[in-house]
């Protein structure tokens, strides 16, 4: 009997996609292996790792990354259409030890992005993997878009988080998507102060600004006042932020997309990863994002073996 083709939907959610990290585990220690990886924004990153069959480094990375490794990552180029460039996010990639080139990869590989010209959702399969991944990324108001092709790609979440279209239209018989969109809306914009923090809470509070200033201190005198009230990982202020108001409002578009394309095209098992708590800039948390990934698989894991063994059957 012929084994169905199985393919991974990884949905976007920038920090919260380390969680793809738990969901993959638990797929891999229940000996289910993908035909077909595809993925948007970070799932298109995590996917195209996994597909690469170096998972494994990309895991000790993120257990290990604390704010100060994050930062460490962010090459400020506001002239470039944002606040991020991403040369640093493309030679990390690289390090990783991926192939240059899709076509390399162990798995057939499609990361989603958006043509922010046209509108069009552009799915990558051939060429520069660093780019493709680089391109569907690039979350508006804070990466720089990509030119490829002639065209400025931006994050591929913009019009199709959760890439099960495009899973089954490479031929995918059995679509397993992971949507780290849900439950996001009605969040607290800014966190109530805790009065029982302790003095190195506080200092490791203030700290964390002044370390992101250092890396901007190559803007403009008259931009560095305003970027001072920036935050990527939160400063304690009674006002939301920048951050926290563009962050909020790409939960919200990303959740009624979300929504949408999921009642037109609907996968076949759905993992729902509980990660609404995680900021989209909380790199650092990769731990607690890696364990509900894990958590939501393993409740999930039954419903895929069953359905699974059934359509080997037919």
Known sequence: MAKPSIALALGSGAARGWAHIGVLDVLTEAGIKPDIVCGTSMGALVGSVYASGRLDALRDWAMGADWRAVAAMIDVGLLAGGLVDGVHIVKWLTGLGLPDKIEDLKLPFAAVATDISTGREIWLQSGSLATAVRASIGMPGLFSPTKLDGR???????VNPIPVSVCRAMGADFIIAVNLNEDLLGRRLVMEADPA????NRSDTVAKPESLMELIASIPTSVQSKMSSLSFFGTGSPTPGYFDVLTNAIDIMQDHITRSRLAGEPPHAMVMPRVADIGLMDFHRAGESIAE?????????????????????L
Request: proline share 3%; hydrophobic share 45%; aromatic share 4%.
């Open 152 to 158: 400025w790609l931006s994050d591929g979440g913009l």
């Open 197 to 200: 923090a302790d003095d190195a």
């Open 293 to 313: 990934g894990r958590a939501a698989a393993e409740q999930v894991l039954p419903v895929i073996e069953a359905k699974l063994k059934g359509r080997s059957r």
